[in-house]
C-alpha cells in the first residue's frame, strides 16, 4: 500500500509541472524503511521507506534535489535525475548523456516535436525517427498519403482540386490540404455520362458531376471543379466565354428581316433580333 501511494505521488508530482524530470526516483531506491528527504521542483518532500508525504513549498537550508536522509533515490550521485536508459527517468523525460530531460507527453509521433518519437509503453517522447509506414492517409503528414506499399509518399499541399491537378495529382483531400492520385471519391466535373441516368438541374454557374460515370445527382461550383467539364455541361454565358475551347449558342428575341415588320424563318441571312439570351454553350 505504502509503494502504491509512493508511485501515485511521483505520477502526479511529474504531471502537475514541467521541470518534474528530477522526479522519478526509479526502482532503486531503498525500501528498507530507510528515512530520506527530497527537495522538488514544487517543495520538500520527507520520505519513509516507498512513502513520501510533502511539507512545503520552501526546501531547508542545505538540501538540494534528491539530497539528505540515510537513503539516496535511485542510489544515483545525489541529483535525483541521474539515468542510464530512459526507462530510468519519468515519463514525459528521456535520458541524454546521463540526465533526464524532457520532452513532453503523447499518445503517438505526431504529439512529439521534431525529431522525436512517441514511446506509447512510457506515454513519453524519446529522441528518433519516427515510423513511415502507415494504414491510412491520417497516419501521414499533410503533403504526403499511405501509398499501397503502406509508407508515406509525398505528394503536394493544395487548398482544392484545381491545385492538385495543376501538380499532376488527380484530386485535393481538403480536410488533410493533401494532393492525392487517382479519382476524387466524391465525383468529378470532367468527362461524359457512360450511363443513362438523368443529368442534374443545376444552378447558373454550377455543373453536375459524374461519379464512376454516372451523374451523381450533386452539383458543384464550375470555379472549384477539379478538370474543366465539357462545353456542353456549362450553362451559364460567362464560364461558356472565358473558355477558347466553347462558344454560346444564343435565342435571338424579336427578330424580323432587316427593315421590315416580317418575322424572321430559319436560313433567312437578313434577319435582326432586339436582343439575344444564352441558349447553351457548344464545344468549337
Known sequence: ??????????????????????LYFGDGHDNNGGEWNYCGSDGYY???????????????????????????????S????????????????YCASGTCEEAGFCTQDSDCGNGYVCNEDRSSCEP?????????????????????????????????????????????????????????PSGTCGGVPTCNLGSPTCPAGQVGVL??????????????????????????????????????????INCHIQNTTTACTDGDSNCVCSSYVFASCAAN
Not at 505504502?2 to 509541472?17: I, R
Not at 545525489?78 to 523525460?93: E, F, I, K, P, R
Open 46 to 76: 520527507t520520505c519513509e521507506g516507498d512513502y513520501c508525504q510533502w511539507e512545503g513549498p520552501n526546501c531547508p537550508s542545505g538540501t538540494g534535489s534528491g539530497s539528505g536522509g540515510t537513503t539516496q533515490p535511485g542510489g544515483g
Open 78 to 93: 545525489g541529483t535525483g535525475y541521474d539515468c542510464q536508459a530512459n526507462s530510468d527517468c519519468a515519463a514525459g523525460c
Open 211 to 252: 461519379v464512376d460515370g454516372c451523374w451523381s445527382g450533386d452539383c458543384r461550383e464550375v470555379a472549384s471543379c477539379d478538370v474543366a467539364p465539357e462545353c456542353s455541361h456549362l450553362n451559364d454565358a460567362p464560364n461558356c466565354s472565358a473558355r477558347q475551347d466553347c462558344h454560346q449558342v444564343v435565342n435571338g
Open 128 to 184: 528518433g525517427t519516427p515510423t513511415t509506414t502507415c494504414d491510412y492517409d491520417s497516419q501521414c503528414p499533410s503533403g504526403s498519403y499511405c501509398s499501397p506499399d503502406h509508407t508515406c509518399a509525398a505528394t503536394c499541399v493544395c487548398s482544392d482540386d484545381e491545385a492538385a491537378v495543376a501538380n499532376g495529382f488527380g484530386w485535393c483531400d481538403e480536410a488533410r490540404n493533401t494532393c492525392l492520385p487517382g479519382a476524387d
Open 1 to 22: 500500500m505504502m509503494k502504491n501511494s509512493f508511485a501515485l505521488l511521483v505520477a502526479t508530482v511529474a504531471m502537475s509541472t514541467l521541470a518534474g524530470c528530477e
